[in-house]
């Protein structure tokens, strides 16, 4: 059974920062996805296990990075210059598939979600 275990979230103004963290057991490749109330959950960033393979997706390149430290088991998502669209819950997921490298697709361990509000 993997356990992820998300922090980092809250409440920030517009043009603001915050980092994300995901502490994960076992060698996945991870992501980070999102849902906005009313909306579907939706991609927002992927790393592989060796970090050498990421996915952004285009609402938030150039704002956001992933990365890891897998000598922590730790994920983080590191997010910059925050716009009030940018708010919803934040879901850690491992196991992501990249068959498809232009387009990964989630795994099937999520985390609890952390609220990201961000403010006008």
């Known amino acids: 059974q993997v356990q992820l275990v998300e922090s980092g979230g809250g409440l920030v103004q517009a043009g603001g920062s915050l980092r994300l963290s995901c502490a994960a057991s076992?060698?996945?490749?991870m992501g980070w996805f999102r849902q906005a109330a009313g909306k579907e959950r939706e991609i927002v960033a992927t790393?592989?296990?060796?970090?050498?393979?990421?996915y952004y997706a285009d609402s938030v390149k150039g704002r956001f990075t992933i990365s890891r430290d897998n000598a922590k088991n730790t994920v983080y998502l590191q997010m910059n210059s925050l716009k009030p669209e940018d708010t919803a819950v934040y879901y850690c997921?491992?196991?992501?598939?990249?068959?498809?490298?232009?387009?990964?697709?989630?795994?099937?361990?999520w985390g609890q979600g952390t609220q990201v509000t961000v403010s006008s």
């Open positions: 790393i592989s296990w060796s970090g050498g393979l990421k």
């Open positions: 997921n491992a196991g992501v598939s990249y068959s498809d490298v232009d387009s990964p697709g989630p795994g099937r361990y």
């Open positions: 076992g060698r996945y490749a």
